[in-house]
């Protein structure tokens, strides 16, 4: 299943259906349905402008996807005739854990309100220049064992053989699948997803084996329960610097910008004076981060930003794609005249993988 969920990599999690009535689609044949509310000029050209605040880094200037860590077109034509509102909203919102998807929403650390939010969502909707279609949020009945055996061959080099992900997403992200709806994964698999990997399945599997991978891919989300969000207090400039009695790290930087794990590691156990900076949506940062750091995301006001952050000491910014939010970040204090700076090369999954200690923020 080559690639299926790269294209739904931002709507394939935390997202639900439309729940739009008791109609069942068939598997070929989906009735268009009315399209979402219209913008207002004035609401039109904020989403523009926040798309490329917030969205363009990863998906593109010209949503044409996959300009950083694989992040999906947000031009595919079946992925807004199935996925709006809520299956863009909610990973918009709310993200994708586990992945470099971060929310969005104020609610949860994000920089927009729930108004900008459902404004973005039906811009990008808008853009798309397609209709919806009506699928129904009925259960997909099919045999659990064929699909494990067709997901097999199929789809578990891409995505991996317990749905982990290889050079794919992860189909197994339970709490993607806990908010889908049935016919949302088999629209996807049966008509894939137009400019990006994902092929339209509809020609190369047997109808009823789209059903019976549908539920295989249902059953991977037993046992997901939601985690409730404790926001911590945004740290102040007082504690920007780590151990600030310390001695400076004198890292040996690659290419003259990267610092491996390993070294970085070495330095904070070794009570080095460092200022770390966790340049993903703040949300994310909420989650998990790495101890000691602060959430400056790469859509920060950095011209704001000089008089708080200090120039005389060891700036390492770090992201989650692995390097394209913190290469950005130091990019532009550079350019504001900070030398001293750097990027984790393996960037926060890299670091977790490896074993060292992250601080979770989620009870």
């Known amino acids: 299943m080559a690639c299926l969920v790269r294209s739904l990599a931002l709507s394939f999690a935390f997202v639900s259906l439309i729940a739009v009535g008791p109609e069942v689609a068939s598997a070929q044949d989906y009735e268009t349905i009315p399209p979402p509310r219209k913008l207002t000029k004035a609401q039109s050209d904020r989403a523009a402008a ?29 992925l807004f005739q199935s996925g709006v509102p809520h299956a863009v909203l909610r990973p918009l919102s709310y993200g994708r854990e586990g992945t470099a998807m971060g929310g969005y929403l104020d609610e949860v650390g994000g920089p927009l309100t729930l108004d900008e939010t459902w404004d973005l969502t039906y811009w990008l909707f808008w853009e798309s220049g397609v209709d919806r279609v009506r699928l129904s949020t009925e259960p997909v009945h099919g045999d659990v064992g064929r699909g494990a055996a067709v997901y097999q061959e199929n789809c578990a080099s891409c995505h991996g053989v317990n749905g982990e992900g290889v050079d794919a997403p992860a189909l197994g992200n339970q709490s993607a699948l806990a ?5 949302f994964i088999r629209f996807a698999i049966q008509n894939g997803r137009d400019g990006t990997p994902m092929p339209a399945w509809r020609d190369s599997l047997l109808p009823e084996d ?3 991978v549908t539920a295989f891919l249902r059953s991977r989300a037993s046992g997901w329960t939601m985690q409730k969000p404790v926001l911590q207090a945004m740290p102040t400039p007082d504690e920007y610097i780590i151990n600030p009695n310390g ?3 004198g890292f040996e930087l690659s290419d003259g910008r990267y610092v491996s ?24 940062w909420q989650r998990v981060h790495i101890e000691g750091s602060i959430p400056i995301p790469y859509y920060t006001d950095f011209d704001k930003l000089m008089s708080d952050l200090p120039k005389d000491v060891q700036i ?13 970040v130091i990019n532009k204090l550079r350019r504001r005249g900070y030398e001293n700076t750097a990027v984790l090369y393996e960037g926060i999954f890299g670091w977790m993988n490896m074993g060292y200690p992250v601080r979770r923020i989620y009870r």
Do not use: F, W
């Open 50 to 78: 926040n798309y490329q605040k917030y969205c363009a880094l990863c998906h593109g200037v010209n949503r044409e996807g996959y300009a950083n860590d694989h992040a999906p077109s947000l031009k595919s034509e079946s």
């Open 247 to 249: 001695e400076d790290p």
């Open 179 to 183: 908010h889908n709806t049935d016919e």
């Open 316 to 328: 390492v910014a770090y992201c989650s794609c692995p390097r394209a939010a913190a290469d950005s």
């Open 210 to 212: 789209i059903d019976n």
């Open 261 to 284: 794990a390993k070294d970085l590691l070495t330095a904070l156990e070794g009570k080095k004076r460092l200022v770390l900076l966790d340049t993903r949506v703040t949300s994310v």
